[in-house]
């Protein structure tokens, strides 16, 4: 069964410093990863998502990511964070299947807090 | 369009009781799927419906978990007899086709 790993548990930054927070899955086939945020009191949303194509994906708020396939490693970046930031983030991995497998497997969140 | 609905927004109940946890889905999306998040772990897929049959129901914990989708609109989510452990937060999602899952506001389900 795949699996993903957010290495980060709590990270703590101050405004405009860069961001990177690590994703990696364990997954030998073709899958969908997403990166989704929920900032206090708010439902998950999608930051971003990548199905196939180029590597380096852009998502809202300024956030990318990009895929290593070689790495299984799925990483969220911003180059200059801020204070509305400030949320729980989820990485997670769709495997691809023909038997209509949508199942989202996550990671277990980082909770980045960020310093004005 | 308004999103995914759940209720309630937090149940509290006694060990051995029975709750029920309801979802909306945005119209028109046919797959809705069941998360639950118990404190400080991830997020675990518990199951999903395409309309109102289930697709895949290999994340249910146990028989003491039901899920329902009559109709293939709403659902419903009920756990009888509640056991402590059940506690967490249980999050409903929905998509069109394989596109992205929009998630409700989950309901903190409390087993005391």
């Known amino acids: 069964a795949q699996s993903v790993s957010q290495h980060n548990h709590h990270v703590i930054l101050s405004e405009a410093a860069s961001l990177e927070l690590g994703c990696n899955y364990s997954?030998?086939?073709?899958?969908?990863l997403f990166w989704y945020v929920q900032y206090p009191g708010q439902h998950l949303q999608l930051l971003l998502k990548?199905?196939?194509?180029?590597?380096l994906v852009k998502g809202i708020k300024g956030f990318e990511a990009e895929f290593i396939k070689s790495k299984f490693s799925f990483n969220l970046r911003k180059p200059s964070v801020q204070w509305s930031d400030t949320a729980e983030y989820f990485c997670?991995?769709?495997?691809?299947?023909?038997?209509?497998?949508?199942?989202?497997?996550f990671g277990t969140g980082t909770r980045l807090t960020i310093i004005p | 369009e308004a999103g995914v609905t759940q209720f309630p927004s937090h149940s509290v109940i006694e060990k051995g009781q029975t709750v029920t946890l309801r979802c909306d889905p945005i119209?028109?999306?046919?797959?809705l799927y069941w998360y639950r998040r118990v404190m400080g772990k991830e997020i675990k897929f518990l199951l999903h419906?395409?309309?109102?049959?289930?697709?895949?129901e290999s994340g249910m914990p146990n028989n003491r978990f039901l899920a329902e989708r009559t109709g293939g609109t709403y659902s419903t989510l009920k756990v009888q007899p509640a056991e402590l452990e059940d506690s967490g937060v249980y999050f409903c999602?929905?998509?069109?086709?394989?596109?992205?899952?929009?998630f409700g506001p989950g309901t903190r389900l409390t087993v005391l």
């Open positions: 997670a991995v769709r495997v691809r299947s023909n038997f209509g497998n949508e199942k989202l497997t």
């Open positions: 119209s028109g999306h046919d797959n």
């Open positions: 997954y030998g086939g073709t899958v969908n």
């Open positions: 990548y199905f196939s194509g180029d590597p």
């Open positions: 999602a929905s998509s069109r086709g394989g596109n992205e899952q929009f």
């Open positions: 419906f395409v309309k109102e049959s289930k697709q895949d």
